[in-house]
């Protein structure tokens, strides 16, 4: 027996060893589920002039091509002034979109950044833009004409979390003068191992230090504040090859220290029986502490900007505490679906269901455009980009 007893116990030596990485990497799922895939990308239909024609508004409104030919643009922000703006991540800048003679539609434009990569998110404060990629904040000081000092600019922040899959981080500042910024998943569903991905990051401007505000977001590009509320809600995308229609597109009501699931649940705490457990824990346990959505929209539309109309005139007043979200559009149903702008209706600072605001990019399986940006002008006009066909749309109510 003394020989076998060093046997033994480098056998339980190695037992213990396997349950421990087995309690590291989770404990594989109970349930057998089937992965689905779904690569359907629309069939790509040139843009042209005329196509304006094929695009779809409520009645008292009208649409019109504001600018043409500015390769990707991304994300709108208009200042107080009026000035807008749009990123162009994949061309690494910034324009100023001049509109002369008030016609919405934009005569002129000057880069007022470039040479940085990937840029996307954009807002201002205090007569200084605050531009973000994947992992930098920078800010610049703007001068009257609505121009940056370029040489002026600083870095705020170099370490934000790599992009990985979602790597196109979005930012504004709150009511409460804090900075906030989404930063993604970095791939599509697994559990990750920077606790700064997948949630809203809270900057505080003084010292520039930040904290997770909200986590288990996938990937919530666009995001406000309600205008009467004060509370911020944000649109989050839902994982991919988990079938053609689920999980859901969510609005959800994002609050500080808000777990919203990701990745062990979807919607209203829907369990995704295809991820393991947690080390220690089960998925079903982790998901009774988290928050649902509070509307759940069609899977794959992949929402881009969100925006609410915050007071601007010249918006029927019925719409005063709504929203729009961009739908870019899927790659990943059988039936193509997204590729339009809706109104997100809020009742009593809730929301509570979307309706379609601009339609016809997507004709059949076909589509010409892709809602990306949106922002609202005091003056209630409504610009949209598209970053496939290269385009920035104004939207206005006329009567």
């Not at 973000?132 to 040489?151: F, H, I, M, Q, W």
């Not at 719409?319 to 559009?329: I, K, N, Q, R």
């Amino acid at each position: 027996m003394k020989n076998k007893e060093p046997f033994f116990a480098a056998l339980l030596c190695s037992m213990l060893l396997a349950q421990q990485t087995n309690a590291q990497r989770g404990i594989p799922p109970k349930d057998v589920t089937k992965v689905v895939t779904v690569t359907k990308y629309a069939q790509v239909l040139e843009f042209k002039p005329e196509m304006i024609k094929l695009l779809k508004v409520p009645p008292g409104w009208q649409v019109s091509l504001a600018a043409s030919g500015l390769g990707k643009p991304r994300m709108l922000y208009t200042s107080q002034q009026g000035n807008v703006y749009v990123t162009r991540r994949d061309g690494g800048d910034v324009l100023l979109l001049k509109d002369k003679d008030g016609d919405s539609k934009f005569e002129d434009l000057v880069t007022v950044v470039s040479n940085f990569k990937g840029v996307h998110g954009i807002t201002m404060k205090d007569n200084w833009m605050y531009l973000c990629n994947s992992n930098e904040l920078r800010r610049y000081p703007v001068k009257a004409d609505g121009t940056l000092d370029a040489a002026a600019g600083q870095t705020l922040i170099k370490d934000l979390p790599d992009g990985g899959q979602h790597p196109n981080r979005t930012m504004d500042f709150g009511p409460d003068g804090k900075l906030y910024i989404s930063v993604g998943s970095l791939c599509n569903d697994c559990k990750e191992s920077d606790k700064e991905t997948a949630v809203m990051l809270q900057v505080e401007p003084n010292t520039w230090q930040r904290k997770v505000f909200a986590s288990g977001l996938r990937n919530t590009i666009g995001f406000d504040w309600h205008p009467e509320t004060r509370e911020l809600w944000g649109i989050d995308n839902g994982g991919d090859a988990k079938g053609n229609e689920w999980p859901p597109e969510e609005v959800n009501h994002i609050i500080e220290n808000g777990d919203y699931g990701f990745p062990y649940a979807y919607g209203k705490k829907e369990v995704d029986k295809s991820r393991e457990d947690p080390p220690g824990n089960t998925k079903e346990a982790v998901v009774k502490n988290t928050q649902p959505s509070v509307l759940e929209l069609t899977a794959h539309m992949a929402p881009i900007g969100f925006t609410f109309f915050r007071g601007a005139a010249n918006i029927p007043q019925e719409w005063a505490g709504d929203g729009l979200v961009a739908w870019h559009g899927s790659w990943n149903a059988e039936k193509p679906v997204g590729f339009k702008v809706q109104r997100i209706q809020f009742q009593n600072g809730r929301a509570v269901k979307a309706e379609d605001f601009l339609t016809g990019f997507l004709q059949g399986e076909a589509r010409f455009g892709r809602p990306a940006g949106i922002t609202v002008t005091k003056t209630g006009v409504i610009y949209i980009s598209d970053d496939a066909s290269g385009n920035i749309y104004a939207v206005k109510h006329t009567k």
